[in-house]
Nanobody
Framework: QVQLVESGGGLVQPGGSLRLSCAAS????????MGWYRQAPGKQRELVAG???????NYADSVKGRFTISRDNVKNTVYLQMNSLKTEDTAVYYC???????????????WGQGTQVTVSS
């Protein structure tokens, strides 16, 4: 089995910072892309930031210049550093990874359970 476990969410004031982490574990041969999505109440899930195995990144326009995605390929972990947070960043944040499993070599999308980020004064 493969599992993604997120941490780092919470309540922060506007202008503050948070750092999310997501660790992948289990029967992993390799991890291709990793990313963070978010879903606010009443809205569709949207891509926040993504990073390839080679380190290329992409961001939603709404977070460019404020959020930074990075990964540690040894630890199979992806991070999202969120600075200058705004109230509109409030959402449940989900980690995603495209993983090739050991033994079967099957490639599939995996998701974390989600972590709540609330930006409020």
């Amino acid at each position: 089995q493969v599992q993604l476990v997120e941490s780092g969410g919470g309540l922060v004031q506007p202008g503050g910072s948070l750092r999310l982490s997501c660790a992948a574990s289990g029967s992993i041969f390799s991890i291709n892309s990793m990313g963070w999505y978010r879903q606010a109440p009443g809205k569709q899930r949207e891509l926040v930031a993504g990073i390839t195995s080679g380190g290329s990144t992409n961001y939603a326009d709404s977070v460019k210049g404020r959020f930074t995605i990075s990964r540690d390929n040894v630890k199979n972990t992806v991070y999202l550093q969120m600075n200058s947070l705004k109230t509109e960043d409030t959402a449940v944040y989900y980690c995603n990874a495209v993983i090739r499993r050991r033994v079967t070599s099957l490639v599939a999308d995996y998701w974390g359970q989600g972590t709540q980020v609330t930006v409020s004064s």
